[in-house]
């Protein structure tokens, strides 16, 4: 395994940061998980704007530019040989001495760690999660922001830790009200009724990346997102819930506090964001095995990707299969050509969510799936 810290690569038993780093003696630092799909970094730029963004929030300078932390990932990812796995990445407020003052520590310190992770057993994603409401309130934003994703997770531990006695691997964290806020580590989604709830970031919910993700494949569904202010008794009324994480990625939950969710089973809406989401981190991210070079599109804070065989915007997600009303009861979905993303099965679980018939298929031009294709389909609220 190779590690890079401040620019350079170290083996596992020699990768070491100083006693003295107020990232260990404070918990004062930044940090991303990232997973790596398929050969492709996902979300980096998502990942990369909310490291910098928490590092801006508690003045942190990052050593280097965010261009160069994006490319500095992505060559550790390749440099350890992975196709799938997991990123982390970590930036320490540096050497201090053994005062708080932030100010004393000149420079900040960074670390990039590509392996591997698995948070539940397998019976997890197939069976479902039992959780529990845990006592530990999560942080507010009058005290930690919960947007801040800092190395101090001594809140979210604590959570955790009461987990082991009740016998579970997951819990709910309210906020100081009794909001619904998220899990441990992870957040939380409810449906019901048809429509997808979870949680307001006001509540100290992490911007989870992959609660984005799933938002936007949502709303590309013609499923409706609430994202509001819940309380325990919206949660064991649900017809359905489940959790979202990089390290979690979408797992059902069919328990919370001794009562089953829906049919104790877990229910579709999961199983088609769960499906579908392979689809997607083929689609999205940086496909590092083939980046030659990066660099910044005209069209702002999007990347491209440049490779000797082929150019096309790495960021180009599937939000580019945009909806658009053709008439009353149709709409026409379509998506661009991208290369290599959505397999035939992820169509087929799309096909499953929007609950009306696929009426007609058209527009297949060339080999699936690297074509445009359309489908017309009835809009179920249409009649
Ligand atoms: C407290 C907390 N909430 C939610 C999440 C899920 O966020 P993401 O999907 O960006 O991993 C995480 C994971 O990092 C987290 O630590």
């Known amino acids: 395994m190779q590690i890079l810290i401040d620019g350079q690569y170290y083996d596992r038993a020699s ?15 930044v940090f991303e998980g990232i997973r790596i799909y398929n050969g492709r970094v996902f979300e980096l730029d998502a990942h990369i704007n ?41 930036v320490t407020r540096g050497e201090g001495d053994l005062g708080l003052n932030p100010v004393k520590c000149p420079k900040a310190s960074y670390f990039i760690i590509a392996s591997t992770i698995q948070l539940y057993p397998e019976e997890a994603y197939t069976q479902g999660l039992k959780i529990i409401t845990c006592s530990t309130r999560r942080n507010e934003h009058q005290t930690i922001n919960g947007n801040i994703k800092s190395l101090n997770y001594l809140n979210n531990i604590m959570a955790a830790l009461e987990l082991r006695s009740a016998g579970v691997s997951e819990g709910l964290m309210l906020t100081t009200g009794g909001f619904v806020c998220e899990c441990t580590a992870d957040n939380f989604f409810m449906v019901k009724d048809g429509r997808l709830r979870t949680p307001d970031a006001a509540t100290g919910a992490l911007r989870g990346i992959t609660r984005m993700v799933v938002i936007r494949l949502a709303r590309q569904m013609g499923i409706e ?25 979408v797992a059902p939950i ?6 089953p969710i829906g049919g104790g089973t877990p229910g579709p809406h ?5 499906r579908c989401l392979p689809g997607v981190r083929a689609g999205t991210g940086i496909r590092y095995a083939r980046v030659r070079r990066l ?29 658009s009303g053709k008439d009353s009861r149709c709409r026409w979905m379509r998506r661009p050509a991208l290369p290599g993303d959505w397999p035939k099965w992820a169509y087929t679980s799309l096909r499953a969510v929007f609950q009306g018939p696929i009426r007609k298929m058209r527009s297949f031009s060339g080999a699936w799936p690297t074509s445009g294709w359309r489908a017309v389909r009835a809009w179920p609220h249409s009649g």
């Open 254 to 259: 069919v328990e919370v506090d001794l009562r």
């Open 225 to 249: 997102v609430d994202e509001g202010f819940y309380t325990l008794h919206d949660v064991y009324n649900a017809d359905e819930c489940f959790l979202t994480g990089t390290g979690a990625e």
């Open 50 to 90: 909310r490291l910098y963004e928490s590092a801006h929030s508690i003045a942190l300078q990052i050593p280097v530019p965010k261009e160069e932390m994006l490319r500095r990932t992505v060559e550790t990812v390749r440099r350890n040989g992975l196709t799938d796995g997991y990123v982390r990445l970590v």
């Open 295 to 323: 660099r910044r599109s005209d069209r702002g804070l999007q990347w491209q990707q440049i490779t000797e065989t082929e150019t096309s915007s790495s960021m180009t997600p599937p939000s580019a299969m945009a909806c």
């Open 270 to 274: 999961h199983l088609e964001t769960d």
């Open 15 to 29: 990768a070491k940061i100083s006693v003295f780093d107020h990232g260990l003696l404070y918990g004062d630092g």
